[in-house]
């Protein structure tokens, strides 16, 4: 008798897809090992509308007096094998277990290797174990698996480590297991129905930075009939990949790859041709700078050491810093008033800031009312909706807000060189510079060789159109002062005029 295995407490499910399994449904229930067997099992069997008797195979092992519970379940409509997953994982996490294991009706994968599959879950070393094919070199032919499937699971396993910087073994197994904890942080019934719903959720798991860990399993490869269609699945997963990594890339957005905490946020960019790097350039010496929406104030810090004082504001508290001629405000973007004497400034940025705000167009006005007499000069930055890549995904009928980038989540207003300026133009500023920022390529694959070629070979092409190839859009204007306070500074130029005339005339 097989020794009894140590659940630790945890309850588990094994939980059986099955279409047109009337042969083999029966084999596998029974190869069940004993050692499993006991009140922290249980099998769930889900028909997703077989066209043969399936369900009814498994009625009698539901109804026995086992030593662990089985439950049949048969779909009203077929749910393809992706949906068939999204019921059975729902069913662990409303039910409370702690573990859900994926076995095939068709008894391809062996059930005799639960025990050592679910030991890494039991003990708390892994979110998710994939019983693997791939992992003994040799193994998979050995077993039968033809070589065309082999090359192609070859071929796309490689394809997608690269996609995901992953060193996986294999992408196309279906023996998998999951902790129900870990299910429940990811969006896994936003994926396809299809049959590479396994892409998307291994996706998912390695975003979350949920542990994924191998194990090897024996290939079996009988007289079952493959419901697959290869070069659709080939073509699904490879798409799939695709739509991942501009997700990650944030070029366009996919709600189910959407996994981790949004960012408010955002990283410096001072090793490379950038917003930060334009801004640092256009500050001044011995100027008092105002950065309006500062973030964490890595850019402010910068600022200080270059003009005389610095101060930030933004909705969210940065970080404290040393520096004696900087100092920071916690302010709501939004609010109609700001929380310092702007007229006490020489030059205000306000970087990626614009798109943010609800209203630009009143902020520019408010703003320029409260620089008073000064004609401070505004160092702005946005992003180019214009940019070539968002031209793209117009031209084939995308249009995607994201996390991060020319479309992110966040962004209320989008403008073109055009737009911004003539919204300078309407709100009373004077335009001095309009530049073309390039894409941050280091920051989006890394700062290697391809990223500052694509760098170089974007600055090239602002040359040939700043409005199509610039990702962002760099201008400096001038405040001119209001009608009221033009007026004001006539009347006080004329009399400071009339006392000296009178002066002179006096004199003479």
């Known amino acids: 008798m097989e020794t009894a295995f140590d659940f630790n407490g945890k309850r588990v499910l094994i939980f059986i897809v099955a279409y047109n399994a009337e042969k083999t449904l029966s084999s596998v229930l029974d190869r069940i090992p004993q050692s499993l067997h006991g009140k922290n ?30 439950t049949m379940l048969r779909t009203p409509e077929n749910q393809g094998y992706g949906g068939n997953q999204k019921l059975g994982y729902r069913y662990a996490i409303e ?79 279906g023996y998998r297991l999951y902790s129900t904890a870990a299910l ?17 959720i291994i996706i998912q798991f390695v975003l979350k930075n949920l542990r994924i860990l191998e194990l090897p399993i024996p290939t079996y490869y009988g007289d079952e009939i493959c419901h697959v269609n290869g070069m659709k699945y080939a073509w699904d997963v490879f798409r799939t990949m695709i739509r991942c990594r501009f997700h990650v890339m944030n070029l366009l957005y996919d709600r189910k790859f959407d996994v981790t905490v949004v960012e408010h946020t955002y990283d410096t960019k001072f090793d490379f041709p950038s917003s930060h790097t334009f801004a640092l350039e256009a500050v001044r010496p011995e100027a008092n700078v105002l950065d ?31 520096a004696a001629n900087l100092q920071f405000h916690q ?33 520019m006005e408010n703003l320029r009312h409260a620089t008073a007499r000064k004609r401070p000069e505004i160092v702005l930055t946005t992003a180019n909706i214009s940019f070539f890549v968002t031209r793209l995904m117009l031209l084939f009928g995308n249009f995607n807000y994201g996390r991060k980038g020319i479309l992110d989540r966040t962004h209320t207003r989008l403008f073109t060189f055009n737009s911004l300026c003539e919204l300078f133009d309407q709100t009373g500023y004077k335009v001095l510079e309009v530049k073309g920022i390039p894409g941050p390529f280091p920051k989006a694959i890394g700062d290697n060789f391809l990223s500052r070629a694509l760098l170089s ?51 003479s």
């Open 95 to 173: 039910n409370g277990f702690d573990i859900v294991a994926l076995v095939h009706g068709d008894g391809q994968y062996a059930p005799e290797k639960l025990p050592a599959l679910l030991a890494p879950l039991i003990k708390g070393n892994a979110e998710a174990v994939f019983g693997s094919r791939m992992s003994e070199k040799g193994a998979a032919r050995r077993g039968g698996m033809p070589l065309y499937k082999w090359v192609g699971n070859q071929i796309l396993t490689r394809f997608q480590n690269a996609v995901l910087h992953t060193r996986l073994s294999e992408f196309h197994s």
């Open 184 to 200: 429940r942080q990811i969006p896994f019934e936003r994926n396809s129905n299809d049959f590479h719903f396994d892409t998307e």
């Open 41 to 70: 099992l249980e099998v769930l069997v889900i028909d997703d509308s077989s066209k043969d008797k399936t369900f009814h195979t498994g009625l009698p092992y539901e109804n026995a007096a086992g030593e662990f519970r089985v």
């Open 292 to 322: 309006i929406g500062c973030g964490q104030g890595w850019v402010a810090v910068e600022m200080a050491k270059r003009a005389k004082r610095v101060t930030g504001i933004d909705q969210y508290v940065p970080g404290g810093s040393e």
């Open 331 to 363: 302010w709501d973007l939004d609010a109609e008033k700001l929380p310092v004497d702007v007229s006490a400034f020489d030059q205000i940025f306000m970087l990626d800031v614009i798109e943010h705000l609800h209203d630009p167009e009143a902020f």
């Open 457 to 507: 070979l974007n600055l090239l092409l602002m040359h040939v159109s700043k409005g199509m190839f610039a990702y962002q859009l760099f201008v400096r204007a001038q405040a001119m002062p209001t009608v009221e306070h033009l007026l004001s500074e006539t009347l006080d130029t004329s009399a400071e005029l009339k006392k000296q005339a009178a002066l002179a005339g006096a004199a």
